[in-house]
Structures are given as C-alpha cells and as structure tokens.
C-alpha cells in the first residue's frame, strides 16, 4: 500500500487526504507493511490481488482499489474478471472453484454481519486451500481490510499509485 509520494500533489479541498497517518506513526507504517509481505507468501498473486480488490471493494477503499487494480493488471489478470468481481456470486463462470471459495472467505471475513464466519464457507475454502495456505489466506484477508481501514479513514486519494513504485 505504498506510494511513491516525491512529487507534490495539489488536491482540491474536497478531495484532500484527512491525514498522512504514515508519517505521524511511521513505526505503525513499517510493521504494516512487514505484516503485509508476511501474510502474502505462499499465496497465488493474482488470487491475492482478486482478494484485495474485492475486500476493498466492499469497505469502499478507493485508494486500495486504484492500486490493487493496477497490481492485478500489471500481475496478468483480465479486466473482464477484475470488473465481474463486484458481481462474483452472479460472475462465477469467470472464477475457477477455488477462487470462489477464496471470494466467499474474503467476504465472510470482511462483512462479519453475523458475528462469524459461517461453517458452510469455512469448509468450502478448507476444502480447495491446505491448512498453511488458509492461514495465509486469512491473514491476507485481514491485512488488507487493516490498510482499508486506514485509506477511508485518512481518505487517501486514488489515482496516483504506479505499480513497481513501491
């Protein structure tokens, strides 16, 4: 969720970040990203980033949208499947099975309406990911609705991110 922030950017007033959180708790920052590089490994890329995209979709992050969606279509990914994938219930044709049960983790995980992950998605998602390639999963999950929490609360602006820019 980094940028490269050398260049100045003039925002209108309304369209201004609230707060550059990174520079004012920088250790927060790093272990953010530590976190993040350790809760991505041994997950598919494009998977990851089919992940991030929809969980930001869902919490409205369009800062983590902008670049997730980059990531995803400089990783390869089509843009017919990045744009089905606010409709993925009704999209499944374009999602392989366990990038189905990955998208209904990611939701379940994300929305927690109900309190909990409910049994049937949990057992869908352990039935197409091992046990280590779930905890990664999950942890992936959780660190991107962290970094969303972050971009809507501080109200990052979108549009600036470059992929490899990191």
Known sequence: MTTDHTAPVEYAPEHAPRLNWSEHVPEVYKAMVRLDAA?????????????KIRV???????????????????????????VQLSAWEESAHFYTERELA???????????TDGFVPDEVWAKAAAHFEEAELAQLLASITVINAWNRFGVSCRMVPGHYVPGRR
């Open 102 to 112: 990955a998208l209904a983790l990611t939701e379940a995980v994300t929305v927690l």
């Open 56 to 82: 930001s979709q869902i919490n409205h992050c369009a800062f983590c949208l902008d670049m997730h969606t980059k990531d995803a279509l400089a990783a390869g990914e089509s843009v017919e499947r990045i």
């Open 39 to 51: 809760a991505r490994q041994g997950v598919d890329p494009k998977l990851l980033e089919l992940v």
